[in-house]
Structures are given as structure tokens and as C-alpha cells.
């Protein structure tokens, strides 16, 4: 076991604060990284606030992880000491059900092992990037392209793979119509994603505000959901919405946007149940989905395809001692668009 420095959370309600992580020993299949960047992810805010359940405290949070590897188990023929890699939302899974055996380790059917707050392997509580340095198993380790600048690679971990792997399932691509819901962290990746694919992309924003941003990033269409006329003027025209808001939505408005044979697939969750009536899903034969994050396999296809096209996300790079401020902004929705953590300064803190 080593201990490597980090910003960790003490309670649902204090600031984070300097402090360390142990990481377990270097095994055979094992890869120790080198943190250089952590992406906040607002996944990170609501589990240490509770959002999503009790907390063991003190935890380390971060699943938006670049880094260089430092050192790699005997086994390990994946990655070699000095690669650029990533870790994303999942640092193991069983490898025996149906889905892992089928490459969807976000799907194990006996739940596949958080990169922080989840049980590992040895029993203890795995925890996250908010550090200098991580252990993984070399099967969730990601080689990330030379092409994808550094310090922009993090939030591809999450907010990339979350986006992809919907826009790939239900067929964003040429002659398709596509909306994106919110233009936040997840949705300005999604823009640029859908848009790389070559769909017809849409941005449904509450406000104006990031029009030109929107357009920016690659939409051709931008629509303020705050004027209720947006909703009478695209009734009926898309293929697919990916929605990727977590506070609730008035679903049935959204679900009348669709045409036919339409999905709106929901990656942004509020914590309570959302209403539907079951008359909007019967017109345009419409359906309603959900998508988790994306299979190991199909996060390092989505980092070649960003490297491809050259797709980063937008980042503002802080110091460990903004963390708590970032996170105050994260919930006001003051971030354009994502932030990264220099993971050099936790070891100054
Ligand atoms: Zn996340
Ligand atoms: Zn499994």
C-alpha cells in the first residue's frame, strides 16, 4: 500500500480538504497512474452531499481521470510505463455474467465496481481522482490519443462516453435530426459529438444565453425552451433527443418533439420518478430510454473518434484550493464547460 495526496470530502456538508489515499499494491494485471488531470463531474457533488445515498467518509471522489502510466504489474500488455491513459466511471466488474462476458461492463449484472464510493475487490472503498495517483486494472485503463490535447482529455472519461454511446446506439448520424438537451458539461460534448457524426443537431437551452457557443460547437439549429412557442414549432421533428438535464423535465413536452419511430434517451437524472403519459408515447409509435456511460471498449472507440475529429470538451483548468469554489459554480451552472483539475497542486496543498 502507498498513500498518495488528495483533496477528499469529510462530511456531506464541509469543504473538501488536503489529505491522502492509500492505493493498493502494484499486481500482476495492475497499472499505477499517474494523475495529471481530474475532471469535476457533477455526479462527484452529489454523492459526497448524499444525493444518491449514505456516504463512508472520508472519500475521495473524481471519475474524469488522465494520467501517464508509472509502473505495470507482470501481467499487464495493454499499457506500458509512460503511455498517456485515462480511468473513467468503472475500475472493474465481475467478467462472468452475460453482459460483461458480452463487453457492456456498465451493465454487470452484479454491478460493476465505482472508480470511487464502490466496493472493491479487497473490500475496501475505492477512491477517486482527486489524487496524485491511482491502481487499476489494466482492462479499464484507456489509451488516450496523442491527437486529444492533455489537459482537455479528462471529461471525455464521463461526459464523453455518456454522450457517445447513446448518439451511437440509436443512429445519430447523416440525414438524422438530433436535439440535444442542455448545454452544459454533458450536452456541449454531445453537440460536438452529434455533430462530428453527422447529424443535424439541435440545442434545446432553457435560455438564449449560449446560442453562439451552441453554434459554436457545431448545432445548426439552437431553441429556447423557456419560449413555449419552441415547442409548437418542433412538434414532430426529431429522430432523437438526448437529454442531458438531471433536474426534472416536463417529459410529455419533450416526447411531442419526436417524430416518428423517435427516442428520447435520458442520461441526466433528477433523484425523484418523472411522470409520462402514456398517450404522447402512442402517437409516432415514440419510445423513452435510458443510457449509462459506455463499455470500456466502446470509451477508448469514442476517444479515437474524438482524436479523429478533433473533439475536445471546453475546460477551465484550476488549482486543488478551487475545488469547493468550482463546485459552488457547478451548481449554479456557472462553468463553461467543464472543470479540470491541475492534479500537480494536490501534492503542494
Ligand atoms: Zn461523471
Ligand atoms: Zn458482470
Same mark, same amino acid.
Given at each position: 500500500?502507498?498513500?498518495?495526496?488528495?483533496?477528499?470530502?469529510?462530511?456531506?456538508?464541509?469543504?473538501?480538504?488536503?489529505?491522502?489515499?492509500e492505493?493498493?499494491?502494484?499486481g500482476?494485471?495492475?497499472?499505477?497512474?499517474d494523475?495529471r488531470?481530474?475532471?469535476?463531474?457533477?455526479?462527484?457533488?452529489?454523492?459526497?452531499?448524499?444525493?444518491?445515498g449514505?456516504?463512508?467518509?472520508?472519500?475521495?471522489?473524481?471519475h +474524469?481521470?488522465?494520467?501517464?502510466?508509472?509502473? #505495470?504489474?507482470? +501481467?499487464?500488455?495493454?499499457?506500458?510505463v509512460?503511455?498517456?491513459? *485515462?480511468?473513467?466511471?468503472?475500475?472493474?466488474?465481475?467478467?462472468?455474467?452475460? &453482459?460483461?462476458?458480452?463487453?457492456?461492463?456498465?451493465?454487470?449484472? &452484479? *454491478?460493476?465496481?465505482d472508480?470511487? &464510493?464502490?466496493?472493491d475487490?479487497d473490500?475496501?472503498?475505492?477512491?477517486?481522482?482527486?489524487?496524485?495517483g491511482?491502481?487499476?486494472?489494466?482492462?479499464?485503463?484507456?489509451?488516450i490519443?496523442?491527437?486529444?490535447?492533455?489537459?482537455?482529455?479528462?471529461?471525455l472519461?464521463?461526459?464523453?462516453?455518456?454522450?457517445?454511446?447513446?448518439?451511437?446506439?440509436w443512429?445519430?448520424?447523416?440525414?438524422?435530426?438530433?436535439?440535444?438537451? *442542455?448545454?452544459?458539461?454533458?450536452?456541449?460534448?454531445?453537440?460536438?459529438?452529434?455533430?462530428?457524426?453527422?447529424?443535424?443537431?439541435?440545442? @434545446?437551452?432553457?435560455?438564449?444565453?449560449?446560442?453562439?457557443?451552441?453554434?459554436?460547437?457545431?448545432?445548426?439549429?439552437?431553441?429556447?425552451?423557456?419560449?413555449?412557442?419552441?415547442?409548437?414549432?418542433?412538434?414532430?421533428?426529431?429522430?432523437?433527443?438526448?437529454?442531458?438535464?438531471?433536474?426534472? @423535465?416536463?417529459?410529455?413536452?419533450?416526447?411531442? @418533439?419526436?417524430?416518428?419511430?423517435?427516442?428520447?434517451?435520458?442520461?441526466?437524472?433528477?433523484? +425523484?420518478?418523472?411522470?409520462?403519459?402514456l398517450?404522447? @408515447?402512442? +402517437?409516432?409509435?415514440?419510445?423513452?430510454a435510458?443510457?449509462?456511460?459506455?463499455?470500456?471498449?466502446?470509451?477508448?472507440?469514442?476517444?479515437?473518434?474524438?482524436?479523429?475529429? *478533433?473533439?475536445?470538451?471546453?475546460?477551465? $483548468? $484550476?488549482?486543488?484550493?478551487? $475545488? &469547493?469554489?468550482?463546485?459552488?459554480?457547478?451548481?449554479?451552472?456557472?462553468?463553461?464547460?467543464?472543470? #479540470?483539475?491541475?492534479?500537480s497542486?494536490f501534492?503542494?496543498?
Open positions: 500500500m502507498t498513500s498518495v495526496p488528495a483533496y477528499t470530502a469529510t462530511s456531506a456538508t464541509e469543504p473538501l480538504v488536503p489529505g491522502v489515499v492505493r493498493r499494491a502494484v500482476p494485471r495492475d497499472v499505477r497512474v494523475i488531470w481530474a475532471g469535476i463531474c457533477h455526479s462527484d457533488i452529489h454523492t459526497v452531499r448524499g444525493d444518491w449514505p456516504v463512508p467518509y472520508p472519500l475521495t471522489v473524481g +474524469e481521470i488522465a494520467g501517464v502510466v508509472a509502473e #505495470v504489474g507482470s +501481467e499487464v500488455t495493454r499499457h506500458r509512460g503511455d498517456r491513459v *485515462g480511468v473513467g466511471c468503472m475500475v472493474d466488474s465481475c467478467r462472468e455474467c452475460e &453482459n460483461c462476458r458480452a463487453g457492456r461492463e456498465q451493465y454487470c449484472l &452484479n *454491478g460493476f465496481t472508480t470511487y &464510493n464502490g466496493k475487490r473490500g475496501r472503498v475505492t477512491q477517486g481522482g482527486y489524487a496524485t491511482i491502481v487499476v486494472d489494466e482492462h479499464f485503463v484507456l489509451r490519443p496523442e491527437a486529444i490535447p492533455f489537459e482537455k482529455a479528462a471529461p472519461l464521463c461526459a464523453g462516453i455518456t454522450t457517445y454511446s447513446p448518439l451511437r446506439r443512429n445519430a448520424g447523416p440525414g438524422r435530426k438530433v436535439a440535444v438537451v *442542455g448545454l452544459g458539461g454533458l450536452g456541449h460534448l454531445a453537440v460536438k459529438i452529434a455533430h462530428a457524426l453527422g447529424a443535424e443537431v439541435t440545442v @434545446l437551452s432553457q435560455s438564449p444565453r449560449k446560442r453562439e457557443d451552441g453554434l459554436r460547437f457545431g448545432a445548426d439549429h439552437y431553441h429556447a425552451t423557456s419560449d413555449p412557442a419552441t415547442f409548437e414549432r418542433l412538434a414532430n421533428s426529431f429522430d432523437l433527443i438526448v437529454n442531458t438535464v438531471s433536474a426534472p @423535465l416536463d417529459l410529455d413536452a419533450y416526447l411531442g @418533439l419526436l417524430s416518428f419511430g423517435g427516442t428520447i434517451v435520458s442520461v441526466g437524472a433528477p433523484p +425523484e420518478a418523472v411522470p409520462v403519459t398517450f404522447t @408515447l402512442f +402517437e409516432n409509435q415514440r419510445s423513452f435510458g443510457s449509462k456511460i459506455g463499455s470500456i471498449a466502446e470509451t477508448q472507440e469514442m476517444l479515437d473518434f474524438c482524436a479523429e475529429h *478533433g473533439i475536445a470538451p471546453e475546460v477551465e $483548468i $484550476i488549482p486543488a484550493e478551487k $475545488i &469547493n469554489e468550482a463546485w459552488e459554480r457547478v451548481l449554479s451552472s456557472d462553468v463553461r464547460y467543464r472543470f #479540470v483539475i491541475d492534479a497542486t501534492a503542494a496543498a
